[in-house]
């Protein structure tokens, strides 16, 4: 099935734990982004990656950091979890030329203890 | 960076067309407006989006006012299914790197039977 897979669904994490939010497309869409969204904030942009081999910073990237070795795949890490990345993951991709029609994965609803 | 401003909620009646405004009255001349929507537990989804012309498929109509300061979404003949947070988004630029996008609150649209 085309589109973005997310893993884990859910997750409970003990604070200080190292995590790693998986995200994996087929769509060979070039660009990926990882939001956030928490209640009352709207989403937020925690790092986006325009092409394998580059990563930016979004809105909110600290305690945050992803890779991008190959076009399929955009992890996200969180080395020390904290009870403020209680939060719901969104991944994204979006092709080249069409920039601001993202896919979204179906999250992944992380809380960290 | 534009900003939007929306209601905070609608309601609409199945089959009847919802109307969705949005507000931007600092958009900038190269600046499109893109419109998602998030149905409870699901990743976003894009919508449309125009720059200055209006715009339909088969989601939706936009319609964009000639000063470019408002428009609004038109969803023809709403379903319950069409429940939903709508986020109308002005692409930001920002570093040279155009990937990025900027979610509000939203409106949320309730279609009732």
């Known amino acids: 099935i085309a589109g973005i897979t997310q893993a884990p669904t859910s997750q409970i994490l003990a604070a200080g734990r190292r995590m790693t939010l998986r995200c994996t497309q087929d769509?060979?869409?070039?660009?990926m982004y990882w939001y956030r969204q928490d209640l009352g904030l709207g989403l937020r942009l925690i790092h986006y990656s325009n092409t394998a081999g580059t990563t930016g910073k979004g809105e909110v990237p600290d305690g945050y950091s992803v890779s991008r070795a190959n076009t399929d795949d955009f992890p996200l890490t969180l080395a020390s979890a904290v009870p403020s990345q209680t939060s719901v993951y969104f991944c994204?991709?979006?092709?080249?030329?069409?920039?601001?029609?993202?896919?979204f994965g179906e999250g992944s609803r992380l809380t960290v203890l | 960076d534009a900003k939007t401003t929306q209601p905070t909620s609608m309601d609409c009646a199945e089959g009847r067309a919802a109307n969705l405004p949005c507000n931007h009255s600092?958009?900038?001349?190269?600046?499109?407006v893109y419109w998602y929507r998030q149905i409870h537990s699901q990743g976003p989804q894009y919508i449309i989006h125009g720059l200055k012309n209006n715009e339909t498929n088969e989601m939706a109509s936009l319609i964009i006012t000639e000063d470019r300061k408002s428009s609004t979404l038109i969803l023809p003949h709403a379903t319950l299914r069409d429940t939903a947070v709508y986020y109308c988004?002005?692409?930001?630029?920002?570093?040279?790197?155009?990937?990025?996008?900027?979610f509000g609150k939203g409106t949320l649209l309730t279609v009732n039977p």
């Open positions: 988004i002005v692409r930001v630029w920002s570093g040279g790197s155009n990937y990025k996008l900027t």
């Open positions: 600092t958009i900038s001349g190269n600046e499109y």
């Open positions: 994204a991709s979006s092709v080249e030329g069409r920039a601001g029609e993202l896919f």
């Open positions: 769509m060979r869409h070039n660009a």
